[in-house]
């Protein structure tokens, strides 16, 4: 901590560095960042096993909310939690203290920390970590345990594929967003389509809401979205005639949706090096037009998460608890190492035949490969020539495309007719997804299936997921050994000299990291 005070010296400090100053500072002032605490999960059913040592118990609620309490005690009679605290709301704003009362069916899971220091730190640290038993695949490399938010598995026709993952970005209550991904291979049956919703980590995901969206396509044609949420009919789609890549031709892994993939690995001194695509087309399509782009990220951007929350350590609660008071500048401070990574620049030449920018995809998530559509402007009606710059070894690309757009369109919004799942009511559930104001929280190895009554003509429809939500990752014990508040402070405050700082950690794990991330998943 020595080195605090000299971060946070010196005149005209950004935003992101005063904002992470007075984080560090006030860790600084309750001395309470260094506390070790040993926490245990409890499910509601095993209520009778909690650990009466602990001075503070966490309630964490069906509906999202937790309960923080103090002096509490177990009336197992009339099954409730009795004790004195807070009662803090899906935003982790307090919405009633005092005496309370809570409803054991109500609870999810409960949480005790039999270590404690500070009460108002205990208060603030409502995403901290929890001591879990994990897969000896997690202990040996801990950055390439499975993580993610809501995974979405349906039928291609023949399997059950991994289809989307929503609100990928969203790691706290103040970065909650809508997220809506092509089912670009789903196959409904007999007038449904079903859905299996999984949580395969360790975390907690707050759903509000999951619907499908129905657009109809034309006759040989498909339907594609655009990053404002615009849906497009399009029609002569057609696949580029050269792919050159820094490695040489890769045209091959380009030109369908077939799962090979064109990625390239981070550069050794710097993970935001860019590299650039160059793409040739001929029958070049008419009128408007757009780039049509199947990707997903690597494992990039979730090594940079970990590694942050790893950083945070044992103050990672108390440090996304503050950075959600301040919101507006968390967010900036989030969106910083976004900008710096950069997402999949389009570039065409102009009558000089210099390249210019026409846009950018960018979206984050490391699973389900995504279909983006970007409209070219009009000045792009018949470039011959495409180039697409991006940060080496963060992208997995796996097709691209022209298509001629025809018009947009608006969906239709469908809402599950049932879902299941052993442990909930299917109706209560089934609200829950619908009605955007209630939430659902999931844990670890549960899963829901979701069925939705679709056109009988389904041929006729390009289907879309809209979800929206948030997740919360616990911490690892293994991480905890890298704590260091500086360099959290540093990734969020200079991002450009954090990317160039860890690139030889990464670059140790790269290779075997998406093997592993894959075999980490969790299940009941």
Sequence with gaps: MSSVPFLCQGEGQGKAMRLVCNFLI???????????????????????NLDKKSPFLKAHMLNGEVYLLSKWEVDSENKIILGEGSLLNINREDVQTGALEVSIDSVALFETNVVTTSPSIAAMAVITGVSVTVTAICIANPKACFGSCP????????????????????IAPFLEARDIDALYRVRPEDGALTIDMKNEALETHVVRYVHVLAV???????????????????????SPRRALCPEGECLEALTAFDTIERYSTTDSTNLAEKEVLDLEFSNFPEGNVGLVIAARQSL?????????????????????????????????????????????????????GAWI?????????????????????????????????????????????LASLAKPVEPTRLYPSTVSHSASSDEHVRELLTNRQDVLTTFPGDQYTLIFDVPHDSQRYEFFLESRGYYLEWIRQEWLKEENLSRAALLFSDPETALRTLAPAFKKIEPDMEKLFWRSRYAK
């Design 151 to 170: 995974t979405f598995y349906a039928s291609d026709g023949e399997n059950l594929t991994l289809q989307a993952e929503g609100f990928s970005s969203s």
């Design 216 to 238: 109809p396509k034309p006759e040989d044609g498909r339907a594609f979205v655009t990053a404002d949420g615009t849906f497009w009919q399009a029609s002569d789609v057609v």
């Design 357 to 401: 920018s026409a846009g950018e995809i960018q979206e984050v998530g490391p699973l389900a490969t995504d279909v983006h559509l970007l409209s070219l402007p009009k000045s792009a009606a018949s470039p011959e020539k495409i180039r697409l710059r991006l940060t080496r070894g963060l992208w997995r690309l796996d097709y691209v495309s």
């Design 300 to 352: 990039l951007t979730t090594y940079l998460l970990y590694q942050t929350l790893a950083h945070m350590g044992r103050s990672a609660g108390a440090w996304l608890a503050y950075l959600e008071r301040h919101s507006r500048e968390a967010r900036s401070s989030f969106q910083k190492m976004n900008r710096v990574l950069g997402g999949i620049e389009v570039l065409i030449q102009n009558d000089a």
């Design 26 to 48: 006030l860790c600084l002032v309750l001395n309470s960042c260094a506390t070790v605490l040993h926490r245990e999960l409890v499910s509601s059913d095993d209520v009778v």
